[in-house]
């Protein structure tokens, strides 16, 4: 039985039988501990190139996601491009992008879906108690499962098994979040986060300029009404 390990730890092993009873030479055991440290380095290569390549798609896939969000200047229609690009390479079952008014504390969902079918979430003034509220104020990413609050205060989570939920920020404050739920259990792990992360980054900076975009609209119009 020999050990395969890698930067001190195991990571297998290989193990030699034999037909007769004769006990394995010492070259037998230098011969099996060679092959076994080849076997080691070639395992560590192809993680490091399957590590590799998946940072190389997550990438392309980012540089994506901006060249569809980037030029979108109705908020709505920015919601539902980040949806389906999210979808790309997470479980969407249930997809939440939302505001937050810090001041205010009032909660305001842009888009919701559920099982591609869309939601009329109102909009709604949290209270200090409420884990959603919570979530805003801690303002990190949660990786939640059945046991969080999250996921037990609102009848849209039923049946729900883990989450995903991500804040978006303005200047270090809470803005909003994008929230992606599975009814499967623990469909998230800590780089799915990452990557939405860098989503919620970019669709961050897009909603902020179809906001500006808003405003600017609306100053045209009553400048045009005098």
């Known amino acids: 039985l020999i050990p395969l390990a890698s930067q ?128 805003f104020k801690e303002n990190v990413p949660v990786i939640t499962d059945t046991s969080s609050p999250l996921l037990s205060t609102d009848p849209v989570m039923a049946g729900v098994q883990s989450g995903l939920w991500m804040p978006l920020q303005r200047e270090n404050t809470p803005s909003g979040l994008i929230c992606t739920l599975s009814f499967q259990p623990r469909a998230y792990q800590e780089n799915d986060g990452q990557l939405l992360r860098s989503i919620a980054t970019q669709a961050n900076l897009a909603i902020e300029n179809a906001r500006l975009f808003e405003r600017i609209q609306e100053n045209i119009e009553k400048l045009q009404q005098l």
């Not at 092993?13 to 440290?37: E, Y």
């Not at 590590?51 to 030029?71: C, D, K, Y």
């Not at 479980?91 to 888009?111: K, S």
Request: aromatic share 8%; proline share 3%; net charge negative.
């Open 8 to 135: 001190q730890e195991l990571i297998g092993f290989l193990t030699l039988d034999a037909s007769s009873k004769r006990p394995f030479t010492t070259n037998n055991i230098i011969f099996a501990q060679t092959v076994v440290d080849h076997l080691t380095t070639q395992l560590e290569n192809l993680k490091l190139l399957d590590e590799a390549l998946t940072r190389a798609q997550e990438l392309i896939f980012l540089n994506q996601i901006q060249s569809s969000i980037s030029s979108i200047l109705d908020v709505n229609q920015l919601a539902q491009t980040t949806y389906q690009q999210v979808g790309r390479l997470l479980d969407t079952t249930i997809f939440i992008m939302a505001q937050y008014d810090n001041e205010t504390n009032e909660f305001i969902p842009i888009f919701a879906i559920k099982e591609n079918k869309e939601l009329n979430i109102p909009s709604r003034t949290l209270s200090s108690s409420s884990p959603l509220h919570q979530f």
